[in-house]
């Protein structure tokens, strides 16, 4: 593939792949900054007129107003925490990308795009918005400075499945993403001829990488440098028509595979440690094998680090190295999982108890892990272990959308609208 391909379907995610050390860049402009907070208690402010109020806060504040717009769809925090991409203006198939600055609530970046983009991404430096678009049988990849200015099509391709992507930066220039192509697989509904792609902005150059066929997930380490793929295979051995799965890694610096965790029944989900050194990953089954595993990369030795019976249990992410966010369901023995109320419980990676942090499916994690918001009846923010802060009542008048923490984590935006009454009957 070289210039703009067309036979190529791209599906990219925003998932904790920037190192510690890049999240604590600046955005090129100067040192970093952080919004401003209402005094507490203060009231959110109430206009009518405003189909979409957008707040930010800090994780112990109260919200502070910084735009209203008509609508919402994505936001994406520069690695500063002071400027944010947001996309707006959505018509059927085309849209507007914002770069604002969040305290100073100065519209810096106002771009029209071909396409409604639902994931936005910043380089490691601030100085690239990388992005994925979508029309109504199409997929654009594209990448633009911070300013606007030299936007670049990198890739597009036809339309397809909503996970299993890989979009992180890899360095200030150089954007790793999935690329779908070919017929759907029976097993896992994704198309069959997956690649890795490496588009090197500084060089306008690219790399191309064979994924395993029927990769299901992926996750990259937290320094870009491989990614792990949870591989569908068959369902000899399983029961109740289940499928195992494997775990590869890629090393994205030379393409190569390496599979680390033979078939399981019902492996669903991995993550990285912080470190890159061991990959969390699930099990699903509905005897005693079920629940959180953590395998060493290095000596490829596993072990299960909780012992609850009945669940059925998805990592969701590697919580700052001291526990694992899972989600969980609870199921009779016997049962095609998941059954039972939903919760995200963090399940400690070495001594302690597990703590329940959220119940429902409405929750978005911080970048390390360490925080929670639950936008589900309102607005909660709980930090993992420990407090709770209560940011909104629920109230039925009004609908709460979560829409992204900042690099560090100490600071979370959100939308809220007016609800549409239910008619009577």
Not at 92 to 116: C, L, P, Q, W
Not at 158 to 167: I, K, L, Q, S, T
Request: glycine share 10%.
């Amino acid at each position: 593939m070289r210039g703009k391909p067309s036979a190529f379907r791209t599906l990219i995610t925003l998932l904790v792949a920037l190192s510690a050390a890049s999240l604590a860049l600046s955005c090129g402009r100067g040192a970093s900054r952080s919004p401003t907070v209402t005094p507490a208690g203060t009231p959110l402010p109430v206009n009518e007129d405003d189909p979409v109020q957008v707040y930010v806060m800090n994780v112990d504040g109260q919200p502070q107003l910084v735009t209203t717009l008509n609508d919402s769809l994505s936001w994406a925090w520069a690695p500063d925490d002071d400027h944010a991409a947001l996309v707006t203006d959505i018509a059927n198939y085309s849209a507007r990308v914002h770069v604002i600055s969040v305290k100073g609530r100065t519209d810096i970046v106002n771009v029209g795009i071909a396409g409604r983009p639902r994931r936005l991404a910043w380089s490691p430096d601030g100085e690239w918005l990388a992005l994925e678009s979508s029309t109504a049988d199409t997929m654009t990849v594209e990448a633009m400075r911070a300013d606007g200015s030299d936007r670049r099509q990198l890739a597009s391709g036809a339309d397809g499945p909503e996970y299993g992507e890989v979009f992180a930066w890899a360095g200030n220039s150089t954007l790793v993403a999935t690329m779908w192509e070919g017929a759907a697989s029976d097993k896992t509904g994704l198309p069959t001829d997956q690649q890795l792609f490496e588009f090197d902005l500084a060089r306008g150059s690219e790399r191309q990488f064979t994924q395993p066929k029927d990769a299901a997930v992926a996750e990259v380490s937290r320094d870009a440098s491989r990614v792990v793929f949870v591989v569908s295979g068959g369902q000899q051995g399983c029961p109740y028509g289940e499928f195992a799965a494997s775990l590869w890694v890629m090393d994205v610096s030379d393409g190569s595979l390496h599979q680390v965790l033979p078939d399981t029944c019902q492996l669903n989900s991995a993550s990285w440690s912080p470190d890159g050194s061991q990959i969390a990953y699930a099990v699903g089954t509905t005897d005693d094998t079920a629940g959180t595993y953590i395998l060493d990369t290095a000596s490829g030795i596993s072990r299960k680090i909780d012992s609850t019976p009945a669940l059925f249990d998805r990592v969701e992410l590697w919580s700052q190295g001291d526990s694992i966010l899972v989600q969980r369901s609870r199921c009779t023995a016997g049962e095609a999982c998941p059954y039972g109320p939903i919760e995200l419980v963090a399940v400690p990676v070495g001594e302690g108890n597990e703590e329940n942090v959220a119940d429902g499916p409405l929750y978005q994690c911080s970048p390390s892990g360490g925080a929670v918001a639950i936008h589900s009846n309102g607005l909660q923010i709980v930090r993992v272990p420990g407090t709770v802060h209560q940011v909104m009542a629920g109230d039925p008048s009004w609908n709460v959308s979560a829409l992204g923490w900042s690099p560090d984590g100490e600071w979370f935006a959100f939308a809220r609208s007016r609800a549409t009454p239910t008619p009577a009957p």
